[in-house]
């Protein structure tokens, strides 16, 4: 069955710090892959995607990825984060193979940035 | 920006009741799905709906869960008789098509059964 791990369920940083969440998922056929972003009280939004191409993606608001697929990782990370980049963090899969498009996702990191 | 909404935010109910927990896809989305979230664990898939029927249901989406498209623009989830394990925070999300590369969630609705 298909699972995705995000191995660090809670990080604190300072501002300016750099950041790198690890994402590994467990299925041997082609994949999308997705980071998302929960801001407190908000909804779940796309911060970036991996379909096909460049393993390096970059998203929004300074993060990119990058799909390393002999470690079936897709990491995420910024050079410099700050106090706003505090929210929950999701990693996703669809088993684009297996023709469906539920998403599989991660446990979640929550992120906390310190001023 | 479009946005999915979902309606209430907060729901609170009684075991055995039945609960309708609403959304409003965006416009000209055809692919609707629910997820949920019980406090402390991982985003799950429920179901997947599209053309007037379900494509694609989870082992969680039991006979006790049912979903429908009733007038054109809102898509509610049904949970005929609630139970204590129910209490999640369930997310509505569309997309234009059918890969995710579009896909919008709404903000969820939290649902507490006592």
């Known amino acids: 069955a298909q699972s995705v791990s995000q191995h660090n369920h809670h990080v604190i940083l300072s501002e300016a710090a750099s950041l790198e969440l690890g994402c590994n998922y467990s299925?041997?056929?082609?994949?999308?892959l997705f980071w998302y972003v929960q801001y407190p009280g908000q909804h779940l939004q796309l911060l970036l995607k991996?379909?096909?191409?460049?393993?390096l993606v970059k998203g929004i608001k300074g993060f990119e990825a990058e799909f390393i697929k002999s470690k079936f990782s897709f990491n995420l990370r910024k050079p410099s984060v700050q106090w706003s980049d505090t929210a929950e963090y999701f990693c996703?899969?669809?088993?684009?193979?297996?023709?469906?498009?539920?998403?599989?996702f991660g446990t979640g990191t929550r992120l906390q940035v310190f001023p | 920006e479009p946005e999915v909404t979902q309606t209430p935010s907060h729901q609170v109910t009684q075991m055995g009741q039945e609960v309708i927990l609403r959304c409003v896809p965006i416009?000209?989305?055809?692919?609707f799905y629910w997820y949920r979230q019980i406090l402390g664990q991982k985003v799950e898939f429920l179901v997947s709906?599209?053309?007037?029927?379900?494509?694609?249901k989870s082992e969680i989406f039991d006979d006790q869960f049912s979903v429908e498209r009733p007038d054109g623009s809102n898509f509610t989830l049904k949970i005929r008789s609630t139970k204590l394990e129910d209490s999640a925070m369930y997310f509505c999300?569309?997309?234009?098509?059918?890969?995710?590369?579009?896909?919008?969630f709404g903000s969820g609705t939290q649902l507490s059964v006592l």
């Open positions: 416009s000209n989305h055809l692919y």
């Open positions: 709906f599209y053309n007037n029927e379900i494509s694609e």
């Open positions: 299925y041997g056929g082609t994949v999308n």
């Open positions: 991996y379909f096909s191409g460049d393993p």
């Open positions: 999300a569309s997309s234009e098509g059918r890969s995710n590369e579009k896909l919008f």
């Open positions: 996703a899969v669809n088993a684009r193979s297996k023709n469906t498009d539920k998403l599989i």
